[in-house]
């Protein structure tokens, strides 16, 4: 069973602050790596994706990827209250184009 | 903007009863697949299908069974519901069969089975 693990949170961190959200698969050969967004009674919605190893940086978020040691994280820099939200890690596999979710990590940005 | 509709936001079921849980793209995707969430556990993939009259199981398919007789509706169908199937279902689309592909969400049925 390939996995996709998260610490569900939550994290909370103060307005301004970094947050670093952090997921690791347990498949080498994955291919594809997301980073959705999902408010308090809404569907996921896509804010990244990365499939090479290092950085890509999208205005105050960047994905960040080491395939090597199987781990994908998410910077939110000048995190803001409207950020709060559960962050959901997504990675789809070689020889399928079905999408794996992680479990989510809860984050509270506090004003 | 792609839009992906479910057709009830919340439905309540009796234990045995068949459930049908609808959804419709409309922007042309090839893939449609449905997941299921629950606190904890994230989404889980119930079943997919890359085709018209094409399904795949996905990592939950006991329980459940699909359709897809047009490429812009796939439904789930609960054959005789249980408590264990009380969730929010989430359908989702994307637009062709490649790795890359993100997916577009649906906005969800809660669905409670008593």
């Known amino acids: 069973q390939k996995e996709v693990e998260q610490n569900s949170g939550p994290l909370s961190v103060p307005e301004g602050a970094i947050a670093s959200l952090n997921c690791t698969y347990s498949d080498r050969v994955s291919q594809s790596f997301f980073w959705y967004r999902q408010y308090s009674g809404k569907s996921p919605e896509l804010i990244m994706s990365i499939y090479s190893n290092g950085d890509k940086e999208d205005g105050r978020f960047t994905a960040q990827l080491n395939k090597a040691s199987q781990y994908v994280s998410l910077l939110i820099r000048d995190s803001q209250p409207s950020d709060s939200a559960t962050y959901l890690c997504?990675?789809?596999?070689?020889?399928?184009?079905?999408?794996?979710f992680g479990a989510g990590t809860r984050l509270f940005v506090k004003a | 903007d792609v839009k992906v509709t479910q057709s009830s936001r919340y439905l309540v079921k009796r234990t045995g009863e068949k459930v049908f849980l609808e959804c419709v793209q409309d922007?042309?995707?090839?893939?449609m697949f449905w997941y299921r969430q629950d606190p904890g556990l994230g989404l889980r993939l119930i079943y997919f299908?890359?085709?018209?009259?094409?399904?795949e199981k996905g990592d939950i398919p006991e329980g459940y069974s699909v359709s897809r007789e047009k490429k812009e509706r796939f439904s789930l169908i609960l054959e005789s519901a249980s408590t264990n199937q009380t969730s929010m279902y989430l359908c989702a689309s994307s637009y062709l069969r490649q790795i890359n592909e993100k997916l577009f969400f649906g906005s969800g049925t809660q669905l409670s089975v008593l």
């Open positions: 997504a990675v789809i596999y070689t020889g399928g184009f079905k999408t794996i």
């Open positions: 922007m042309d995707h090839e893939n």
């Open positions: 299908s890359y085709d018209v009259k094409m399904k």
